[in-house]
């Protein structure tokens, strides 16, 4: 064991001070771990730290596995990947204490995450002639909630070959040193002190504009030395990324968007974490609402669920490097095979789209092995401006604006026309009256919205033809679909009781009790405190004013009945 793990457990703070330890930490990281090569045990998790941060064992022997590359797909040096494994053994309470608050204001790609830890790995393999194997095989893992994955890979940048090299404590520290960040805030630009470096980061927001370029409010004058900025927390290199399918890039957004069970089998973790985020991410803004794994290895707890033939495959996009999924995953629709990704001054040869019969158990060679029928004919248009770019040495942080300003404007026409008919079974405000309950949101009715497609439909926005309503048709069945609906029916029925509120508050209250029982009136008193304490607990849309008023017409009412029943109502 190295000097790091006999460091003394860091003693805990004054109650003054925060009043949860490692409170801010957590805000951003659950844990960090060291996994190392054991010759007895294999994989073996070293440390967890914090010391009192509780993984449980299935997590434990789950993170080992994922924190190495398959043994075949490792070469010698330094690598970087991510995983993301399901939370076992139910809810925890965290250090970090939220309300929520995050997630209300958060875009919905970037929630944190509720049952489900990311795992960003450095991984490091050197010749070592003092170990018994000949080699130095160790991973540093950040374990956190939150989908940054290009903050924390910029983190392990800076913290893992130090850790790495000089053996000591300066793990800990560097857990002290993000204890002091502030937390992330949407909308917020965050300077977070690490290692004698600044990062520099702007936390995206809900209500940032959908594709707009990070603000460049960045407040540099006093800081020395120049902080490291990073223009994005999460955003990948998309054009890197895809530029094996840049041409089968509208099939790869069609199979996202309806949800379909894709195995992405690659040479290292590196390329397969890469492309599963990549293809998750090309649906922003909307929530890509299925299960993914960036990297997946035949250990994983899940894996025989995943290659049973009993039943059709989940609805999931998994990253593997072994070899043997090809056998084990061939009843999967759609398994994409691709090489190592390198960066030319050319356009990389591009996959083929081949049967899947053609699926090879040992030499597969890289292609879209499929028998999907897109839906929408191919933009051809985007081609050419990427290969124009290739030409002109277009910088590939330019390219993959193009396209992801291309998949923004796909997403954004295919979910408008839904967005404009879902808006339309919303009550009238007229029909809100304070002394009745809201009425009710009408049903979706996928007939009515696909009538509603002649005039209102995405061929306004966009200029791709194609079968639009098999699409959508195929679309209300996919996990995607039920996501979106449910999260904009809680918005709007939230909306509702915001402007029952707000109704209420404008009601002659006096007039309306003038020839009302006791009983309704005491019935208002109780309802009325109901709705008051679910806009708290909810967050409703409503300002603080109107909440006040309200509680303010409780006390009015309360204070016009008899003294015994006043006694009764403040007590309850």
């Known amino acids: 064991m190295d000097a790091l793990c006999r460091a003394e457990p860091r003693p805990r703070r004054p109650a003054a001070a925060s009043p949860l330890p490692w409170a801010r930490f957590s805000a951003w990281l659950d844990c960090v771990c060291v996994v190392t090569f054991d010759l007895e045990l294999g994989q073996a998790m070293e440390l967890v730290y914090p010391y009192d941060f509780r993984l449980t ?18 070469g010698l040096g330094d690598t970087q990947f991510s995983f993301r494994l399901r939370q076992s053994g139910g809810q925890r309470a965290a250090h970090y204490e939220d309300d929520g608050e995050y997630n209300r204001e958060a ?9 489900h830890y990311f795992g960003y790995v450095y991984f490091r393999q050197v010749k070592d002639s003092s170990m018994k194997r000949g080699y130095f095989q160790k991973s540093l893992v950040l374990v956190s ?19 790495f090299d000089k053996l000591e404590p300066c793990l800990e520290a560097v857990c002290n040193e993000i204890d ?11 300077n977070l002190p690490v290692m004698g470096v600044v990062i520099q980061v702007r936390i995206p927001s809900r209500v940032d504009k959908p594709g707009s370029s990070p603000v460049k409010q960045f407040n540099q004058e006093n800081l020395l030395p120049a902080p490291l900025v990073l223009p994005s927390i999460h955003e990948l290199d998309l054009f890197r990324c895809f530029q094996p399918v840049l041409i089968h890039i509208q099939m790869l957004w069609e199979l996202m968007l309806l949800g379909e069970p ?4 690659a040479p290292s973790p590196t390329v397969s974490s890469e492309m599963v985020l990549a293809l998750t991410s090309c649906l922003a803004p909307l929530r890509y609402c299925c299960d993914y794994r960036p990297y997946f290895t035949i250990h994983d707890s899940e894996f025989k669920e995943y290659t049973t033939r009993t039943q059709a495959p989940p609805n999931i996009v998994v990253g593997v490097t072994n070899p043997f999924f090809i056998k084990t995953l061939q009843h999967w629709p759609h398994i994409l095979r691709v090489g190592e990704l390198r960066m030319s001054g050319d356009l990389p040869k591009q996959v083929k789209v081949k049967k899947l019969a053609k699926l090879k158990t040992l030499d597969t060679k890289p292609g879209i092995y499929t028998s999907y029928k897109t839906f929408l ?19 590939s942080e330019v390219q993959s604006a193009l396209l992801r300003r291309h998949l923004l404007e796909l997403t954004q026409s295919f979910i408008i026309p839904l967005e404009h008919y879902i808006a339309s079974l919303m009550p009238l405000q007229r029909a809100i009256t304070p002394w009745k309950n809201p009425p009710q949101i009408r049903p979706f009715r996928q007939e009515d919205f696909m009538k509603t497609l002649e005039h209102a439909g995405p061929q306004l926005t966009c200029v791709l033809k194609g079968d639009w309503l098999g699409l959508y048709r195929r679309f209300f069945k996919s996990p995607n679909f039920d996501g979106w609906y449910r999260q904009r029916h809680k918005e709007m ?17 006096v007039a309306w009790m003038k020839d009302k029982s006791e009983v309704e009136i ?18 409703l849309p409503v300002k603080e004013e109107t909440l006040q008023r309200v509680g303010l017409y409780i006390e009015t009412i309360i204070g016009s009945l008899p003294e015994d029943l006043q006694t009764v109502l403040h007590h309850h």
């Open 377 to 395: 004919h191919k933009d051809k248009t985007l081609i050419k401006r990427l290969l124009k770019g290739i030409q002109r040495k277009r910088p």
């Open 262 to 265: 894709v195995v992405v089998m």
């Open 145 to 163: 909630r939150l989908p940054y994955v290009n903050l924390f890979q910029s983190l392990l940048q800076l913290i893992a070959p130090e850790y």
């Open 57 to 74: 064992e299935k997590e434990k022997t789950s993170i080992c596995y994922l924190s190495f590359p398959d043994s075949y797909s490792g």
């Open 522 to 539: 005491v019935d208002l008193v109780l309802k009325l405190r109901e709705k008051l304490v679910r806009a708290r607990c909810q967050h």
């Open 180 to 190: 002091q960040w502030p937390p992330p805030a949407p909308g917020q630009t965050l």
């Open 107 to 115: 875009p919905l790609t970037l929630q944190r995450e509720s049952a």
């Open 493 to 509: 029925t939230q909306k509702l009781e915001a402007l029952h509120l707000e109704a209420i508050c404008e009601a002659n209250i």
